[in-house]
């Protein structure tokens, strides 16, 4: 029984260097994820003062007057431009749709896995030390003791901002895409329409 133990001791303790260089990772990721996210804002911004006004009231009747910029990159813009132009194929459309909502879902992935990672991570980085921690104080070892706590606590509060930044970006985005594919939909939809009654 011993010997299972050790083993099982021997295993946490040397997951503590890879669980504490992973949650270094996942910071810094995080921190360009919040650079990314804020350019990602201003893009959703001028995307929905130029945009989502006119697409949101295109009809039948004026779906031929609809006028997408060329000069604008947005994604929403690509994929609005194409329903008009190809909306008379019913088939593309829906090829169209289902490519937007696997780049909305690439876009919303890392910060899904900053927001789960980074609770486990740190519960990980939290506990590991525990043991070196209590050996510490069983043996009148003050300073390992101390030393393997403020491990513990600091891999605990990086954990938690990786995952509330994970979290925060993950909500935002995920109401982003929302918004954005009913309102490709609606388009897909009036294009769909155009087309069939045509003669």
Request: proline share 4%.
């Given at each position: 029984?011993?010997?299972?133990?050790?083993?099982?001791?021997?295993i946490?303790t040397?997951?503590?260097?890879?669980?504490?260089?992973?949650?270094?990772?996942?910071?810094?990721?995080?921190?360009?994820?919040?650079?990314?996210?804020?350019?990602?804002?201003?893009?959703e911004?001028?995307?929905?003062?130029?945009?989502?006004?006119?697409?949101?009231?295109?009809?039948?009747?004026t779906?031929?007057?609809?006028h997408?910029p060329?000069?604008?990159?947005?994604?929403?813009?690509?994929?609005?431009r194409?329903?008009?132009?190809?909306?008379?194929?019913?088939?593309?459309?829906?090829?169209?749709?289902a490519?937007?909502?696997?780049?909305?879902?690439?876009?919303?992935?890392?910060?899904?896995?900053?927001?789960?990672?980074?609770?486990i991570?740190?519960?990980?980085g939290?506990?590991?030390?525990?043991?070196?921690?209590?050996?510490g104080?069983?043996?009148?070892?003050?300073?390992?003791?101390?030393?393997?706590?403020q491990?513990?606590?600091?891999?605990?509060?990086?954990?938690?901002?990786?995952?509330?930044?994970?979290?925060?970006?993950?909500?935002?985005?995920e109401?982003w895409a929302?918004?954005?594919?009913?309102?490709?939909?609606?388009?897909?939809?009036?294009?769909?329409?155009?087309?069939?009654?045509?003669?």
């Open positions: 029984m011993n010997l299972i133990s050790n083993i099982l001791y021997w946490s040397g997951l503590l260097v890879p669980v504490i260089l992973l949650l270094i990772f996942f910071f810094i990721r995080a921190l360009i994820l919040t650079g990314g996210f804020f350019g990602q804002y201003l893009q911004r001028r995307t929905a003062s130029t945009l989502y006004g006119p697409v949101s009231a295109v009809t039948p009747a779906l031929a007057g609809l997408i060329d000069e604008d990159r947005s994604l929403f813009g690509a994929c609005a194409r329903i008009v132009e190809e909306g008379a194929e019913p088939a593309r459309t829906d090829l169209i749709l490519e937007y909502e696997t780049a909305l879902e690439k876009n919303i992935a890392t910060s899904k896995i900053l927001a789960k990672m980074g609770p991570l740190g519960l990980m939290t506990l590991i030390p525990m043991g070196p921690a209590l050996a104080l069983a043996s009148g070892d003050i300073a390992s003791m101390a030393y393997n706590m491990v513990a606590f600091s891999t605990t509060v990086v954990g938690l901002v990786v995952s509330a930044i994970g979290f925060l970006t993950q909500q935002v985005k109401r929302l918004r954005s594919l009913a309102l490709l939909e609606y388009l897909a939809d009036v294009s769909r329409n155009t087309s069939t009654a045509k003669p």
